[in-house]
Nanobody, 124 residues
Framework: QVQLVESVGGLVQAGGSLRLSCAAS????????MGWFRQAPGREREFVAA????????YYADSVKGRFTISRDNAKNTVYLQMNSLKAADTAVYYC?????????????????WGQGTQVTVSS
C-alpha cells in the first residue's frame, strides 16, 4: 500500500506561483508513475501532469502546459508540482496519485493510490 500526503496549498493572486509537494510512503516510490489531478467545484476530476519512474518523461494537460512543471525526487520519495502564472481557472483541489505502471498514464482510473487533496485558490 502506498500512502500519499500532499503539502498544504494556499491562496495566491493571479499571476503568482505556488509549489505543491507530495510525500509517498509504503511502497517502492521509484516504481510508480506519479500524477497530479485537480477538481473544481461542480466539475469532474481532471488530469494536470504526470511523470515517469525516472522523471525523464513528463506529460501535461494543454491548460497548464508551459506554466506548470512536474518533477520528482526518488531519493526523497516526493513528487512536486511547480505552478507559475496562476489563473483563477486553476482554482481547485489538487490531488497527487500513484500508478504502478511502467508508462506515463493520465486517466484517473489508471491510478490506484491517491492523496487527500489540497486546496489551491487563485484570486483574480
Amino acid at each position: 500500500q502506498v500512502q500519499l500526503v500532499e503539502s498544504v496549498g494556499g491562496l495566491v493572486q493571479a499571476g503568482g506561483s505556488l509549489r505543491l509537494s507530495c510525500a509517498a510512503s509504503g511502497g517502492t516510490f521509484s516504481r510508480y508513475t506519479m500524477g497530479w489531478f485537480r477538481q473544481a467545484p461542480g466539475r469532474e476530476r481532471e488530469f494536470v501532469a504526470a511523470t515517469s519512474w525516472s522523471g525523464g518523461t513528463t506529460y501535461y494537460a494543454d491548460s497548464v502546459k508551459g506554466r506548470f512543471t512536474i518533477s520528482r525526487d526518488n531519493a526523497k520519495n516526493t513528487v512536486y508540482l511547480q505552478m507559475n502564472s496562476l489563473k483563477a481557472a486553476d482554482t481547485a483541489v489538487y490531488y497527487c496519485a500513484a500508478a504502478y505502471r511502467s508508462i506515463v498514464v493520465y486517466t484517473p482510473a489508471e491510478y490506484g493510490y491517491w492523496g487527500q487533496g489540497t486546496q489551491v485558490t487563485v484570486s483574480s
